[in-house]
């Protein structure tokens, strides 16, 4: 669920939290849920800040304004998303792309590997 409200609004309050028993990327900053694992496409993605997750879906973002932007793989539309538990930047998301073999990233977002941690959830035995 992504949305559409101003990244410096306060958001806090509208973060979703139901994915307890579910492996998920949470932010770094906060612990808001921000996507499933079973959503990740790739770990093979460059970000502004070092690697990246191309994810088929994310939670508790919220859109920045979308913009050109040259990516190593060409000029891109995009806009970047913030966590809305505590309004980082965590990535962007993909609204266009020029080059027709590109195509596949549209729709699709984009999550900094240094904004997020990755929770398995995982129960030890006693």
């Known amino acids: ?42 770990k093979s993605f460059s970000g502004r800040e070092g690697r990246g997750f191309l994810m088929h879906s994310t939670t508790n973002v919220k859109l920045g304004k979308k913009e050109d932007r040259p990516l190593l793989t060409g000029v891109h539309t ?9 309004n980082d930047r965590v990535g962007w998301y993909y609204h266009k792309a020029a080059d027709l073999s590109q195509k596949y990233k549209e729709g699709k977002y984009l999550l900094e590997r240094e904004k997020v941690v990755k929770e398995n959830n995982w129960k030890l035995d006693e």
Do not use: K, W
């Open 1 to 42: 669920m992504t949305s559409t409200i101003s990244p410096s609004s306060n958001t806090r309050s509208q973060v979703i939290s139901t994915y307890h028993d579910h492996p998920r990327f949470i932010c770094v900053s906060c612990s808001a849920v921000l996507a499933l694992q079973d959503e990740l496409i790739s």
């Open 78 to 86: 995009v806009a970047d998303i913030f966590c809305m538990g505590c």
